[in-house]
T-cell receptor
Framework: SQQGEEDPQALSIQEGENATMNCSYK?????LQWYRQNSGRGLVHLIL?????REKHSGRLRVTLDTSKKSSSLLITASRAADTASYFC????????????FGKGITLSVRP | KAGVTQTPRYLIKTRGQQVTLSCSPI?????VSWYQQTPGQGLQFLFE???????NKGNFPGRFSGRQFSNSRSEMNVSTLELGDSALYLC?????????????FGPGTRLTVL
């Protein structure tokens, strides 16, 4: 079953614009991660934010986490055509059933 | 360091057959997880291995099984293939003790069942 749900499902922007993607989840988490996948290939880890953190930056990426609202957002600034990919949020869950649970993904298209 | 490798990259089988997929994690990684990705269901967790022990299993029928060897390499097996098993099978390894931390994914094995 899906834990994270991304919003929107698809996003199309012009090169140079910012892209904001949102993720909501349902249960308690240890961390929340964002991954990128280029057309049917393996996933690439982008950033991890722990449940006790509120904001994290990595290059052109900024991720926020609001555990009270069970939501996260990923901002990609100054987007490039090479950012065109599918983006997934994944929640890291601890306990007896510890695992990563992925959302269905957001398709981002950056027009040159 | 070499990344996660998966073999074969592409596979075509017919219904009723069985298939074995292989995954070699990043050197030093002892945690290996498997995921099935389909357009309809997205990324679904199959199982996780750590030091040759299966620690967690997703909601898949018993036709899906796996194992991990002493060198951390892992295999998954699907018996009595069904059309719905057509998917991209992704393997991921992690440097920590738990699969809920950062995972490094292989390129996947694209399985087509005819």
């Amino acid at each position: 079953s899906q834990q994270g749900e991304e919003d929107p499902q698809a996003l199309s922007i012009q090169e140079g614009e910012n892209a904001t993607m949102n993720c909501s989840y349902k249960t308690s988490i240890n961390n929340l991660q964002w991954y990128r996948q280029n057309s049917g290939r393996g996933l690439v880890h982008l950033i991890l934010i722990r449940s006790n953190e509120r904001e994290k930056h990595s290059g052109r990426l900024r991720v926020t986490l609001d555990t009270s609202k069970k939501s996260s957002s990923l901002l990609i600034t100054a987007s490039r055509a090479a950012d065109t990919a599918s983006y997934f949020c994944a929640t890291g869950e601890t306990g007896a059933n510890s695992k990563l649970t992925f959302g269905k993904g957001i398709t981002l298209s950056v027009r040159p | 360091k070499a990344g996660v490798t998966q073999t074969p990259r592409y596979l075509i089988k017919t219904r009723g057959q069985q298939v074995t997929l292989s995954c070699s994690p990043i050197s030093g990684h002892r945690s290996v997880s498997w995921y099935q990705q389909t357009p309809g269901q997205g990324l679904q967790f199959l199982f996780e291995y750590f030091s040759e022990t299966q620690r967690n299993k997703g909601n898949f029928p018993g036709r899906f099984s796996g194992r991990q060897f002493s060198n951390s390499r892992s295999e998954m097996n699907v018996s009595t293939l069904e059309l719905g098993d057509s998917a991209l099978y992704l393997c991921a390894s992690g440097g920590g003790a738990f699969s809920y931390n950062e995972q490094f994914f292989g390129p996947g094995t694209r399985l087509t069942v005819l």
